[in-house]
């Protein structure tokens, strides 16, 4: 079992930025990969990036790339996600997952259970 506990979420203004956080515990050894998703008010929860564990590679959705920068602290088991020029059309929730060896990268093995991310304009 894998506990993921996300923060850093609030209001900001447009054009901001800010850094959400994810705590990994439990049974990380299985863990390969960690990435964060996000769904809008009235739409279907999607794939935002993702990082690889040991190595640190990183995808992103073409829709966040050059604002988005996932990082980790492999010390600290915890996983980042920086948001730069923030917009009103970023204001979701974001989720932490993890991705477990059994699954692969066909679905998250594991969720957190959000952050709330609101952008004014």
């Known amino acids: 079992q894998v506990q993921l506990v996300e923060s850093g979420g609030g209001l900001v203004q447009s054009g901001g930025s800010l850094r959400l956080s994810c705590a990994a515990s439990?049974?990380?050894?299985?863990?390969?990969?960690m990435g964060w998703f996000r769904q809008a008010p009235g739409k279907e929860r999607e794939f935002v990036a993702r990082?690889?564990?040991?190595?640190?590679?990183?995808y992103y959705a073409d829709s966040v790339k050059g604002r988005f920068t996932c990082s980790r602290d492999n010390a600290k088991n915890t996983v980042y996600l920086r948001i730069d020029s923030l917009k009103p059309e970023d204001t979701a929730v974001y989720y932490c997952?993890?991705?477990?060896?059994?699954?692969?990268?066909?679905?998250?093995?594991?969720w957190g259970q959000g952050t709330q991310v609101t952008v004014s304009s």
């Open positions: 997952v993890a991705y477990n060896s059994a699954q692969g990268l066909s679905a998250p093995g594991y």
């Open positions: 439990g049974r990380t050894f299985s863990v390969y990969a």
């Open positions: 990082i690889n564990w040991s190595g640190g590679s990183t």
